[in-house]
């Protein structure tokens, strides 16, 4: 384990432990680059894309329903 410190400033330091390749995330951007690079999102998201191209086609039909009366307005002058 070793433990490595970095200063910014005279007052803010930041200190990360490591152990081999793993390391404890600190704070909200540590944590969320772990969860990037550290596991399979990726593909569990690839895994469900026809439910969100099922998702985004429903938002988008229901933008069109709820903008139509607007565009008419605007197009019939």
């Known amino acids: 384990m070793t433990i ?3 200063t910014s400033g005279a007052l803010a330091e930041c200190v ?3 152990s081999g390749h793993t390391s404890i995330p600190r704070n909200r ?3 969320l680059r772990s ?3 550290d596991t399979n999102w990726d593909e569990g998201l690839l895994k469900r894309h026809p439910l969100f191209d099922g998702a985004c086609l429903g938002l988008l ?9 607007l565009f008419f307005q605007i197009f019939q002058g």
Do not use: Q
């Open 29 to 31: 951007s540590e944590k």
């Open 61 to 69: 039909l229901l933008a069109l329903i709820l903008l139509a009366p």
């Open 4 to 6: 490595e410190t970095s």
């Open 16 to 18: 990360r432990i490591t």
């Open 35 to 37: 969860f990037v690079e």
